[in-house]
């Protein structure tokens, strides 16, 4: 089945176009707060909410990606995760796909991007009407210095589609 725009035949759209009121913007409404192990406060300026069949990715990104000082949250969850409290830990099937932090660092006198992968954490998770949030989101792993690395934040995110009115 091919994808669309959500907005495609929605007679909210058509009608609120013709009358003059914006009703309908595809964007993702959100923030994500993190503190993250020896580096500056993590407070989201931009949130990405994408899903498919399969799974549901949420990213948080500091900074535009090219930039030094470009860093990005993600967490990566089953599409029917509902309410609860949950566990990751990588490798293990589960409701968490997965948890990931990525930075620029120096490695060899050039900078690049790291990636860091969760090997375990948590997630307080709060689903109602297609709007997600978490009180509290947890994930441990270690850094490109093999040094241990740890996130403990909230956000919440409406994705586009939880917006639109009929």
Not at 59 to 76: H, M, N, V
Request: aromatic residues 10%.
């Amino acid at each position: 089945m091919p994808l669309q725009h959500p907005a495609y035949g929605n007679p909210a759209v058509i009608w609120h176009k013709l009358l003059g009121k914006p009703v309908f913007n595809p964007r993702t409404t959100g923030e994500l707060r993190a503190e993250v192990a020896c580096r500056h406060l993590f407070e989201a300026q931009e949130i990405t909410f994408a899903s498919s069949k399969k799974k549901i990715v949420i990213t948080a990104e500091i900074e535009d990606f090219g930039s030094p000082q470009y860093r990005s949250l993600a967490l990566t969850l089953d599409v029917n995760i509902q309410s609860g409290i949950y566990l990751y830990k990588r490798g293990q099937p589960g409701p968490i796909r997965d948890m990931s932090y990525i930075e620029c660092i120096e490695k060899d006198g050039d900078l690049v991007y790291h990636l860091t992968q969760a090997d375990i954490g948590t997630l307080h998770l709060s689903v109602i009407e297609s709007c997600y949030s978490a009180r509290l989101f947890t994930f441990e792993g270690t850094d490109h210095l093999s040094d241990p690395f740890e996130v403990c934040g909230e956000f919440t995110v409406t994705p586009p589609h939880a917006a639109m009115s009929y």
